[in-house]
């Protein structure tokens, strides 16, 4: 019988009701639990997801915010939650078990937990938190055919053509890239490719209406993310919308 050995990542409920990232390594019948070298597997293994900068106005009483982890703990510096009635929580952006990426444009990636509390508490009156989340996947399982792809709009847009969305009961396809416009430039975007989100923000749900309004008010800085697998055959039509 052919054994296979599986990795990935989940949290792990400690006897203090609190969570903590572990790696885990299926190999025959045995699970194995690690709490070492989580950031180093993380880095490779990883989907970042939901990846966004928030600003906040530091109020008389701080940021309000609750961290754990840091390198010290072999664990990413992460929220454990935002305290109400504190400008973390009253921006709405920040949520429990965020994974803080940097402060001010300084990465926290190799900060211990004391060097990244100091971090957030000498940043200053404004401060800009570079935030995700994760979404620890199988080695074995990865989808080689995803791609995350960065645009500069235009003044003429993106220059996609979009089909599909829940309404429609099917997946949000490109149908077309108009030639010379940055979706073509890019040389990354092709007819076919599904798009799961935008600025990290999932199109799962969405209908073709509110799809296209994610992509036309998504700002100067577009972020794609697409896969290449293909779920439905395209076929020569005329374009449902003209994005962004």
């Known amino acids: 019988m052919a054994y296979h050995t599986k990795i990935g990542c989940l949290h792990l409920l400690t006897s203090r009701q609190s969570k903590e990232l572990v790696q885990v390594e299926l190999k025959h019948d045995m699970l194995q639990i690690h709490r070492r070298n989580v950031l180093k597997y993380l880095a490779a293994n990883t989907e970042i997801d939901q990846e966004r900068r928030v600003l906040l106005q530091r109020s008389d009483d701080g940021l309000g915010i609750l961290i754990m982890g840091g390198h010290d703990y072999g664990k990413p510096v992460q929220v454990v939650k935002p305290l109400d009635g504190y400008p973390a929580a009253a921006c709405g952006q920040i949520y429990k078990d965020d994974i803080i990426l940097s402060v001010n444009g300084h990465s926290v990636q190799d900060k211990t937990h004391d060097e990244a509390a100091a971090l957030l508490k000498n940043a200053g009156k404004y401060v800009t938190l570079h935030l995700a ?3 620890p996947v199988e080695e074995d399982l990865v989808d080689k055919h995803e791609k995350t792809v960065e645009l500069q709009r235009g003044d003429d847009g993106l220059g996609l053509h979009i089909t599909g969305g829940h309404d429609e009961e099917k997946p949000v396809q490109i149908l077309n890239v108009l030639e010379e416009h940055p979706a073509d430039v890019c040389g990354k975007i092709s007819k076919g490719d599904l798009i799961l989100s935008v600025n990290g923000q ?15 008010n998504a700002g100067k800085h577009v972020t794609l993310r697409l896969t290449s697998k293909k779920l439905d055959e395209i076929q020569d039509q005329p374009a449902n919308k003209k994005v962004g």
């Open 133 to 135: 989340r994760i979404k």
């Open 202 to 216: 999932s199109v799962e749900g969405k209908t073709h209406h509110e799809v296209a309004e994610l992509l036309k």
